[in-house]
């Protein structure tokens, strides 16, 4: 049965301010400014990249050549009637009332004349912002007309934790797609510095500058809650923060692991025992058979999983395995067992 949307009217959206405390990043600017003609940028990765704020700095960069209009989206956005009406109002205030249904040519015919209103005399640069929250089959199908309709030199920039499913190969196949992915978003050394400082640590020692750095692999909210952490620390209790890494621990229960469907939950708390695994070793560890299929789903879901190139194996983020190991040594019981079970397994494999 075609998908239907009844429209009512809405509300609208603002395009947010860079915080204060930003930090600038004109070497990923400059690589969203050579990839302007594209049709789709991508920018996907977990929690705290700064995905947004990058985004926003590159709205500015463009602002001037371009018609920006931005849309920030939220979990009541997955009804595909809610979205199309955000996107209305977001593109000319005067939302229509009435119902479409999203394949036909009078909806399609209708968002080309409204994205070339929104457009006027400049390029549009048109960007959904949390698409994550939003993303379902019919969302997703919305989003492939509005991106089908968009006038030829306008662009959509998705910001998102999880890619849509939105046959994107095709788009790389037509040269069409620019993607940044979280290993992109990473903060370099000098990056990582300037946000210690700016919390206040600019006075680590050469030894724990580069603790801290190796801990938090560039991810930009590990950095900014270290700095919180810290604020008041002396050199010791510092160098204990650091090694512990349990300064990002309510971050990642709550906007990584609470996020996860319940079985997806109980497979990486199960993992969390290895710092690093084949899906073997996870067969073996859980006495299933489907661990390939549910790593390659957490790879989809960008859960602070990274698979080294031409490698099988894969690893979570360090601060990750830090909060699944002392989660899971509250039950000693279970945290013997697996132990146990990995070191039979490794023994197996001749990896003492």
Known sequence: MPLSITLHPAGSSVWPELPEDHLP?????????????????????PAGYGKTTL?????????????????????????????????????????????????????????????SQAAGNKPLLLVLDGYHLARGPETDLLLTRVLECLPADAQLLLICRQ??????????????????????????????????????????????LALALQRNQGWMAGLRLLGVAARNADSAALQRLIAEGNWAEEYLLQEVLAQLPADMQVFVEQTGVAGSFTAALCDWLRQADDSAVLIERLLQLQVF?????????????????????????????????????ASDWYAEQGAL
């Open 25 to 45: 990043r004109p070497r990923l600017v400059d690589l969203l400014m050579q990839a302007a003609q594209r049709r789709l940028l991508l920018l996907c990765a």
């Open 55 to 115: 985004a926003i700095e590159y709205c500015r960069a463009r602002s001037a050549a371009c018609s920006v209009r931005w849309l920030s989206l939220s979990g009541t956005d997955a009804c595909p009637g809610q979205l199309l009406e955000k996107l209305l109002v977001v593109c000319d205030g005067s939302p229509d009332v009435g119902t479409w249904r999203v394949g036909s040519p009078e909806l399609a015919a209708r968002l080309r004349q409204l994205l």
């Open 305 to 341: 999983l990274y698979q080294p190139d031409g490698d099988d194996s894969y690893s979570f983020h360090l601060l990750l395995v830090d909060v699944l190991r002392r989660r899971l040594r509250r039950d000693r019981a279970r945290w013997r067992s697996l132990c146990r079970r």
């Open 163 to 208: 890619p849509p499913d939105w046959q994107l190969a095709r788009w790389r196949l037509s040269g069409q797609l620019f993607e940044l992915p979280a290993q992109a978003l990473c903060c370099d050394q000098q990056e990582a510095c300037w946000l210690l400082q700016k919390s206040g640590l600019g006075a680590l020692d050469s030894e724990l």
